[in-house]
């Protein structure tokens, strides 16, 4: 869905690396998982929309996205393993889409 509606992904590589191991090719795939769960975050909205996604790589790594979209373009806050809670959202998610 977002790939469709943006152009670029912006992000700052090493921090993503150096805090949490995530790779960009990895970032791409967790966005274009069929069973990614998006969800509007107003908690962390004060200057801008911000968006939270649960999505899966190749590789069945769970990861937990914060991002906004400037200017058409993904911009993301942070990509890191997602917790326990995270996976069980994702994992419900491919559940009601099997039903």
């Known amino acids: 869905m977002i790939t469709r509606l943006c152009y ?3 992000w ?3 921090k993503n690396w150096v805090k949490h191991q995530v790779r960009p090719f990895e970032a791409e795939e967790a966005f274009i998982d069929k069973y990614a769960k998006l969800a509007s975050d107003p908690g962390h909205s004060e200057i ?3 968006w ?3 999505g899966r790589t190749r590789k ?4 937990a996205t914060a ?5 058409r373009r993904v ?6 393993d997602a917790n326990k809670k995270e996976v069980v959202i994702y994992e419900e ?3 009601a889409t099997k039903i």
């Open 93 to 95: 998610a491919i559940k």
């Open 8 to 10: 670029d992904v912006q």
């Open 52 to 54: 939270s996604l649960i």
């Open 67 to 71: 991002f906004t979209i400037r200017n």
């Open 75 to 80: 911009r993301i806050i942070s990509m890191r």
């Open 48 to 50: 801008e929309y911000r």
């Open 12 to 14: 700052n590589t090493i």
């Open 60 to 63: 069945n790594r769970t990861l």
